[in-house]
């Protein structure tokens, strides 16, 4: 259940005014099916974010114990730096836009996963708890709760808040969670 609340925290946060939450307010402006949208996000996060965890689980395990603890304590330290840099996207229109919006969703948000620190996030969650299936439930039950409500709200949902305080709060939590990993 650790894994599964620290996964779901985590990413929730880390995603507020990350780049692929401004994809789905860029999304959200050009179509008109929402559930489309969301299922694509859904699909696109639930197959990038099981590749993470498998990453993450395969690689701790070629490791030993000790090593992997402060690899993960240093990944978290990282993750913490690389939330205080904003992300940007580019308002291009995209050739994937004529396929609608579910296709368009879900290549776009699985391209723009890729290397994000949300993946990272779910790769060092991953090494850090043996629970591939709840890492990555609570990975992407985390990219819903941030992601959600900017395609349901719009354009007013993101304007209003104070991303800089969040971005801070993140990385604290990062930080706070490469103590926790030292420590225990």
């Known amino acids: 259940m650790e894994a ?26 050009r179509f008109k099916n929402k559930t489309a949208i969301v299922l694509g996000i859904l699909l696109a996060t639930l197959a990038n974010h099981f590749a993470a965890a498998w990453i993450g689980q395969w690689a701790i395990g070629l490791i030993s114990a000790e090593v992997g603890r402060y690899i993960v304590a240093l990944s978290f330290f990282a993750i913490a730096i690389w939330v205080l840099i904003p992300d940007k996207v580019d308002a291009e229109e995209s050739t994937l836009y004529k396929w609608g919006p579910f296709i368009a969703t879900f290549v776009l948000f699985f391209i723009a996963e890729i290397g994000d620190k949300t993946q990272v996030a779910t790769i060092v969650l991953a090494a850090k708890y043996d629970a591939l299936a709840m890492v990555v439930i609570g990975t992407t ?10 395609v349901i709200a719009g354009h007013y949902s993101a304007e209003k808040l104070p991303l800089q305080l969040i971005h801070r709060l993140c990385a604290a939590l990062f930080a706070l969670l490469g103590v926790m990993t030292l420590i225990l």
């Open 141 to 150: 039950l985390g990219m819903m709760l941030a992601n959600v409500p900017v």
């Open 4 to 29: 599964l609340l620290a996964s779901t925290f985590t990413v929730a946060i880390a995603e507020i005014g990350d780049k692929t939450q401004l994809l789905a307010l860029l999304l959200a402006a």
